[in-house]
């Protein structure tokens, strides 16, 4: 079964530092794109970084930029998402997929909650 699992959420204070990972079962992650998305209670889901299969290249909002780091670790087969400095507003369910757009993909995980708060 080709499945992606976002794991490594939880509740830090302005400021802290989670790593969330998304490790892959039944295909190897080095094929694809992978992107970090997420929702806010109220929001529409959005990009928060993407990282090429073929050269490694990244992108980040500029909401994000600065503070979030994604990386490979394809001996984990996985994909981690570093993210410092978190701000209130970065409160959400973080959700990683195969591609780097929310309209491209077609299934979404369960994802893993992040809070921020004093």
């Known amino acids: 079964q080709v499945r992606l699992v976002e794991s490594g959420g939880g509740s830090v204070q302005p400021g802290g530092s989670l790593r969330l990972s998304c490790t892959a079962s039944?295909?190897?992650?080095?094929?694809?794109?992978i992107g970090w998305f997420r929702q806010a209670p109220g929001k529409e889901r959005e990009t928060v970084s993407c990282?090429?299969?073929?050269?490694?290249?990244?992108y980040y909002p500029a909401s994000v930029k600065g503070r979030f780091a994604v990386s490979r670790d394809n001996a984990r087969n996985t994909v981690f998402l570093q993210m410092n400095g978190l701000r209130p507003e970065d409160t959400a369910v973080y959700y990683c997929?195969?591609?780097?757009?929310?309209?491209?993909?077609?299934?979404w995980g369960q994802g893993t909650q992040v809070t921020v708060s004093s």
């Open positions: 997929a195969e591609a780097c757009s929310v309209n491209l993909v077609d299934r």
């Open positions: 990282i090429s299969s073929v050269d490694g290249n990244t």
């Open positions: 039944g295909f190897n992650l080095d094929r694809s794109a």
